[in-house]
Every structure is written in C-alpha cells, then in structure tokens.
C-alpha cells in the first residue's frame, strides 16, 4: 500500500509542476521555435484548438497525407469545420445501425518492439509507434480485417497515444487513448481503433504494454543523453543559448533534466527505471519477441462505438472511420505516470522541449459537435469462438475473442438495431 501511496504523490508532484513550471507551460518554450505550422493545445492562447483555423500551412511532410488520399497534394485545413470533426462524446442513445457482420479479426504480425521495424516516436503530441511499410510478403505488419471495409485484411500503420482520451464515454474522460490506424486504399481513408486507457490504484502493471512504455524509455533517455553531451561540449554562451527551457533559460552543464526543468527537485528514478522482474536480460528477450498489439491485456473486448469523422489534429482532415472499443485496457498508475513523464517532459538532442501540452498537462482536442454514430453488440455478432460452439447467437455464457474471459461494456445502449436495450 505505501508503494502506491508513494507512486500516486509521484503522478500528482509531476502534474503539479507541469502546471506550475516557470509561470509558462511547455509549449510556450515549443512555440519559441515554431514554424508556419505550428500548433499546441493551450486553449487560451494563440495556437490552441480554437485557432488551428487559422493556420495556413500544413507542416511539409505531413504524415496523414504521405499516403494516396483523395485530395492528393492539395491539403487543406479543415478545422473550421462544423461537420464530422472528431473527437466526439459517445454514449447511451446511437442515432446509426452497426453494420459489422462479424468480429474484428485482427493478426499480431512478425514485428519485434526492439527492432526498426517498429519505429519510436516521441512527438510534440503524441507518442507513436510508427509500423514500417510492407516491401514483401515477410515480415508482416499488424493488421486488421473489418467486414465493413470491403478490404479484408489490412496492414496496420501506426499507434498513437493520447493523454488524456480525446474521445470521451456519456462525458466520462479517460486517462489515455491508444488509436490504431490502418489505411484503406480502395476507400482513400483511414480507419481507426481506439483504446480507452483507464489507470487505477488498484489495477496491476499491464506487462503487454510495459514492453511499450520500456521502449519509448530508450528513446526518452537517449535524447537526455545526447542533450547532457551537448551540455558538456558548450564552451560559449552563444552555444549554449540554442538549450532552451521552459521559462526560456538556458541550461547548462549540470542542470537537473529532469527537476529543474520544473524549477523543483523531481526525483523520478522510479519512474523512469520501473522494475522488471527477472534482469535486464529477460528484459530484452521480451523486446526481442513479435509484439502483439491485440493481446487480451489490451483488447478485452469485440465491440465498440463507431462513427464517420476525422483526424483529431491540424489539417483535421475527414478522412476517419472511427472504433472506439466499449471495454478499456487497464494500466497501472505507475504506467501512467511513465507515459506522462515522456511525452510532456522530453528533451529533443538539441536540449529543446518538444511537448505542446496544455496547462492542465493533456494534448487532447476537445470534443466536437455531436455526431451520428453506431454501437456494435451481441445482438450484432459474438465473437468467433462462441459461434462456432453455440451458434450465431451465442452461448448462454459469453465469452470473448480467444475464449477470454467477457467483460461488460462501459454503458448499455438504447438504440439501432432493436430500439432496445442491450449489452
């Protein structure tokens, strides 16, 4: 018990000082160096979600249009617009019919976490983990087969993670959000899968997804490392003035990365090693082994809320066919704490803050105008092994993908197709 008590004054001492750092938040510091491009998620300021209308040129190298999309080069910003922005709040009362005819069968793929193929990004918004394209039939990405996108089978070309959750449950807000995105190119769009994170006091270590946390750590780090070098190798104050902080102050060799960047002691020795049980060792056995992005402590469920809406950052473009999965994947607070810390708390290799996190620690776009949307359930499909036991319409008991364990859904829903409720 003392062990949590101390890990949740770690989360809250890294919120507070995240609000309370230099009387600036962190993206004041990004924005000193911003581009044309540029954006953050203060929502008072300059270039907050209230402004992204205004910005006038797309970054050059977009990632969201780098694939065949139906505007080809010619982006333009659409977050000015009153329809099918995402995210949105779902909830109880779906106004749209499911048409999903079977369970998302989704295929873990041959991708290793420690390997180039699953490249780490610590981005000004966002964690990511960015697949590499398939240049042959082997190695295989993750990939997803929907029935709805007349595609079959899909390979998978990011996860990002979000903090808190963009989209939102009857108004409920999530400590995170995991968003899979996969291209379909007959249809030009994207479709995307969203994972609700929920952190709790009492909920254990989610090892799936340690092995994630554990990798972006290796990036985190490293960027300090090369940041301290740089520290070191400054012989001129006009050297040093390219290492700027939040307040816009200088660091110099000897600095506190990770305390005095808040202007308080931090110690998150903690937080930044974790613990891992067996070594070191079997530690990089297990980033050496394929990650499975659907393993049951992530995916605990086959339904999910559905909509047609858009990207949730500048260009906002309306090219999404959003799943939000009805069951969220449980992470420990400690989890959270060290997703947090490497997003909002990065140092580039140039010793630049690159998080655009608002003052209340969180790069979420508010949700927008009420959409139509769907909620696939049991009275839709059951998972396939339930089927194929006791038919199409299931077991008295249910059970989920895999023959796991079935957890209820976050709400039930009054609603298409039957106008009545149902789990």
């Known amino acids: 018990m003392a062990g949590n ?3 949740i004054l770690s989360l809250s001492l890294i919120t507070f000082l995240l609000l309370t750092s230099s009387g600036s938040t962190f993206s004041e510091a990004a924005s000193a160096n911003r581009d044309d491009g540029y ?31 139906e505007n080809g080069l010619n ?31 989704p295929k873990p793929g ?5 390997s180039d193929l699953i490249a780490k990004q610590i981005l000004p918004n966002k964690l990511r983990l960015l697949m590499a394209r398939r240049t042959g039939d082997e190695p295989d990405p993750p990939q997803i087969d929907f029935s709805s996108t007349g595609q079959g089978i899909i390979d998978m070309t990011n996860i990002d993670f979000k903090f808190p959750s963009e989209h939102t449950v009857c108004g409920k807000v999530y400590d995170g959000e995991m968003q899979y995105f996969v291209y379909n190119s007959q249809r030009k769009r ?27 750590m290796l990036v985190y780090k490293e960027d300090r490392r090369k940041c301290r070098r740089r520290q070191r190798e400054s012989t001129s104050n006009t050297a040093a003035s390219s290492f700027v902080s939040s307040g816009g102050r200088m660091l110099h060799e000897g600095d506190d990365i990770d305390g005095q960047y808040f202007g308080a002691p931090l110690n998150t020795t903690t937080i930044i090693e974790g613990k891992r049980e067996g070594g070191l060792r079997s530690h990089r056995r297990q980033l050496a082994s394929p990650w499975h992005p659907f393993h049951p402590d992530i995916q605990r469920s086959i339904h999910f809320w559905g909509y047609s809406g858009s990207i949730t950052e500048p260009p906002c473009t309306k090219f999404v066919d959003w799943k939000i999965m009805d069951v ?29 996190h608002d003052s209340k620690g969180g790069v979420a776009r508010p949700t927008q105008d009420p959409l139509k949307y769907y909620k696939c359930t049991r009275e839709n499909y059951v998972s396939d092994e339930e089927s194929s036991i006791c038919g199409e319409n299931g077991c008295d008991t249910p059970f989920g993908a ?3 364990r079935y957890y209820p859904p976050l709400v039930d829903v009054t609603g298409p197709p039957t106008m009545t409720p149902s789990n």
């Open 190 to 216: 994207f479709l995307a899968v969203s994972f609700l994170l929920d952190a709790s006091e009492t909920n254990p270590k989610n090892e799936h997804l340690q092995e994630v946390i554990d990798a972006f």
């Open 110 to 114: 041959d991708y290793e976490m420690n």
């Open 328 to 356: 969220p994947t449980p992470i420990s607070l400690t989890q959270l704490a060290q997703f947090k810390l490497m997003l909002f708390t990065h140092v580039d290799e140039f010793c630049h803050r690159t998080s655009v």
């Open 5 to 7: 008590v101390n890990f």
């Open 402 to 404: 895999g023959l796991n």
């Open 75 to 105: 982006v333009t910003n659409e977050c000015g617009s009153s329809t099918k922005q995402s995210p949105i709040d779902v909830c109880a009362e779906p106004t749209d019919t499911c048409t999903e005819t079977h369970e998302m069968r």
């Open 39 to 69: 954006f953050d998620y203060d929502l008072s300021g300059s270039y907050g979600p209230r402004k992204w209308k205004n910005i006038e040129k797309i970054k050059d190298g977009d990632y969201w249009h780098s694939f065949n999309l």
